[in-house]
């Protein structure tokens, strides 16, 4: 039977080899103020450490993974959301160039208020700034006739003036 447990205790030990003298005794000291042997000391302090490691959060790599996957599924919504109010903003475009498609209707139209603004500016301005100032490609014809259309109203109603140099507002007389 002594064979059999010393036979025993040989296949649960494990020798292990601390960097210097003051390391051991430094253990030695932890555990006798824990009221532990050295040997009960360091398997408590291997179970923790397996212990923390198994509750731990994933490790960096799997979130930074988990955050790319995130990242890419935002971008993702983010530019189907880009597309709806591109489409949202062509169409009210859209609605408000269907008001000056005819210059004879008569009711209340709602003007550009970027376009009103940059000819209250102080220097008269050409429908090329125009253009530019409202992000109005010159190829973009049925744009470019919603803004002629709606300088050649304010005109007829004499809030503006074509002169040499652009348009602008009409001197008050």
């Known amino acids: 039977m002594g064979n059999n447990n010393s ?10 080899y601390l960097n210097s003298k003051k390391q051991k005794d430094r253990w030695k000291k932890l555990a006798g103020e824990n009221g ?7 398997q408590y302090a291997v179970e923790q450490y397996i ?11 799997e979130k930074i993974a988990k955050l790319e996957d ?19 903003k062509d169409e009210i475009n859209e609605y408000k160039m269907m008001q000056f498609s005819n210059k004879n209707i008569e009711g209340k139209r709602n003007y550009n208020k970027r376009l ?5 500016s102080d220097s008269p301005v050409n429908e090329e700034e125009i253009l530019r100032h409202l ?7 049925d744009k470019i ?10 005109s007829q109603y004499g809030f ?14």
Do not use: C, H
């Open 70 to 88: 995130e990242i890419q599924s935002l971008s993702n919504e983010n530019e189907r959301l880009e597309r709806i109010i591109k489409t949202y």
């Open 51 to 61: 212990s923390q490691k198994e509750t731990e959060e994933p490790n960096t790599a």
């Open 160 to 173: 503006i003036e074509y002169g040499s140099e652009g348009w602008m507002l009409k001197d008050e007389e």
């Open 116 to 120: 009103i603004d940059k000819i209250k």
């Open 7 to 16: 036979r025993n205790m040989m296949d649960r030990r494990v020798d292990v």
């Open 36 to 42: 532990l042997s050295l040997s009960k000391f360091a």
């Open 145 to 154: 006739s919603w803004v002629s259309t709606q300088l050649e109203l304010l």
């Open 135 to 141: 992000g109005i490609s010159k190829d973009d014809g």
